[in-house]
């Protein structure tokens, strides 16, 4: 069975080959998300992006699926650990989910910040339009 380490947690797991990344992470006891990200992600199916480890060395993992080439790009360094299976013993690096991470997190407080002054705004817009046209919603 193929050995996982993720090195900054110092955590060492072995999975069957074919397993999942992110299903190993869980196994480890190690997120491969960052921040919001952890909460806001789209478990598993390719979608969201989130989930972006540095794989060692790259031919023991699948190559890189439709969705990966999606989110990342063809010539990307990084993998998406809900889409690399693994097939021999890996080294992980989580770097990358956290960073990003972090990033979404700071656009996630910036768009909680600006979203009811968005509705604010449009509310008032709607407001005066309807003044206008001589029929007040109130
Ligand atoms: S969990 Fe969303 S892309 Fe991997």
Do not use: H, W
């Not at 690096?93 to 960073?99: G, K, L, R, V």
């Amino acid at each position: 069975m193929p050995t996982v380490l993720f090195e900054a947690e110092n955590r060492k797991v072995e999975v069957p080959a074919g397993t999942t990344l992110r299903k190993a992470a869980k196994k480890a006891g190690v997120s491969v998300y960052g921040g919001v990200n952890k909460i806001a992600n789209c478990r598993g199916f390719g979608l969201c992006g989130t989930d972006r480890v540095a794989v060692a060395p790259a031919d023991c993992a699948n190559s890189m699926t439709f969705f990966e080439k999606l989110q990342l790009g063809d010539k990307a360094k990084e993998r998406l650990a809900c889409q690399v299976k693994i097939q021999g013993d890996v080294v992980i690096n989580t770097a990358p989910a956290i960073e990003y991470g972090k990033v979404m997190t700071e656009n996630f407080k910036f768009i909680a910040l600006a979203l009811p002054f968005g509705v604010l705004t449009l509310g008032a817009v709607i407001y005066m339009v309807f003044e206008m046209v001589g029929k007040p919603l109130f």
